[in-house]
């Protein structure tokens, strides 16, 4: 199985920004990518964003195109494990609880999420 742990949420102004992580732990050699999800209240969890985890390819849902950028921690012996999610232009309705996942072969593994809340 793998772990997941996000960190990095917490209250901005709209206009602001904010960087959230993902660090994964346990048999991260079967992760084929790794995306982040996000949840309002009252709404549906929707995609934001995704990476390949041996790297390259990535993408975006299309509102969130130029202002958010998914990255993989690149250390050398990728010890780190961590997928960061940079977000730029925050607007209110980006107020969620945001968590990522990885696809591992046969499920999809969670973390608990972080709250994201943008005042506008």
């Known amino acids: 199985q793998v772990q997941l742990v996000e960190s990095g949420g917490g209250l901005v102004q709209a206009g602001g920004s904010l960087r959230l992580s993902c660090a994964a732990s346990?048999?991260?050699?079967?992760?084929?990518?790794m995306r982040w999800y996000r949840q309002a209240p009252g709404k549906e969890r929707e995609g934001v964003a995704y990476?390949?985890?041996?790297?390259?390819?990535?993408?975006?849902?299309?509102t969130m195109k130029g202002r958010f950028t998914i990255s993989r921690d690149n250390a050398k012996d990728n010890a780190k494990n961590t997928v960061y999610l940079q977000m730029n232009s925050l607007r209110h309705e980006d107020t969620a609880v945001y968590y990522c996942?990885?696809?591992?072969?046969?499920?999809?593994?969670w973390g608990q999420g972080t709250q994201v809340t943008v005042s506008s």
């Open positions: 990476i390949r985890w041996s790297g390259g390819s990535s993408g975006y849902a299309d």
């Open positions: 996942g990885a696809q591992v072969p046969g499920t999809r593994c």
């Open positions: 346990g048999r991260t050699g079967s992760i084929y990518n």
